[in-house]
Every structure is written in C-alpha cells, then in structure tokens.
C-alpha cells in the first residue's frame, strides 16, 4: 500500500506559477505509475498528467499541455507537478493517485485505473 500527501497549492494570480508535490509513504513508490487529478465545484473530477515508475510514458491533458510538467524523484518517494501559465480556468482541488505499474492497466488517463488518492490540495486562480 501506498499513502500519499498533496501540498503546494494556494491562491496566485493568472499567469502565474505554483509547484505541487505528492509525498508518498512506504519504500515501493518507485513501483507505482502516478497520477494528477483535478476537480472544480460541481465537475466531475478530470486527468491532468499521469507518470510511469520509470520516469516515462507521460501524457498531459491538452487543457494544461506546455503549460504543466509532471515529474517524480523516486529516492524522495515524491511526485510533481510544475504548474505555468495558470489560467482561472485551472482552478480547482489537485488530487495525486497511484496505481501499481505491473504493466496490466491499459488506460493511465482514467479516474477507475488509480486504487491510491492524497486528500488532495486547493489551487485557486485569480484573474
């Protein structure tokens, strides 16, 4: 099992940048592809980034491409997510989630492929 700690997040004007991280507990992080998740009030909670425990297979939401960097340090047991360019629309609750990468999922994009979720951390945009 995993558990996992957002924080980073806060109010900061468009434009601006923030600098999430994810920590996660345990000494198996490394075996755990990794998730950005967000949700604003009254959506459904949406993809942002996803990571494998390599370091590749990255893909961004095309709302936040060249805009946002995933990345991990898998000695800190710690996920990232650069945030650039933030737009209002970029507001919303981050979530971080892991999946174990034992290479059987088939869609890292998808809300149901994560079993491990932080409690998440606010980033609100002012414009």
């Known amino acids: 099992q995993v558990q996992l700690v957002e924080s980073g997040g806060g109010l900061v004007q468009a434009g601006g940048s923030l600098r999430l991280s994810c920590a996660a507990s345990g000494r198996t992080f490394s075996s755990y592809a990794m998730g950005w998740f967000r949700q604003a009030p009254g959506k459904e909670r949406e993809f942002v980034a996803t990571?494998?425990?390599?370091?590749?297979?990255?893909y961004y939401a095309d709302s936040v491409k060249g805009r946002f960097t995933i990345s991990r340090d898998n000695a800190k047991n710690t996920l990232y997510l650069q945030m650039n360019s933030l737009e209002p629309e970029d507001t919303a609750v981050y979530y971080c989630?892991?999946?174990?990468?034992?290479?059987?999922?088939?869609?890292?994009?998808?809300?149901?492929?994560?079993?491990?979720w932080g409690q998440g951390t606010q980033v609100t945009v002012s414009s």
């Open positions: 989630a892991a999946v174990r990468d034992d290479g059987s999922r088939t869609n890292y994009r998808a809300v149901y492929t994560y079993n491990y």
């Open positions: 990571i494998r425990w390599s370091g590749g297979g990255i």
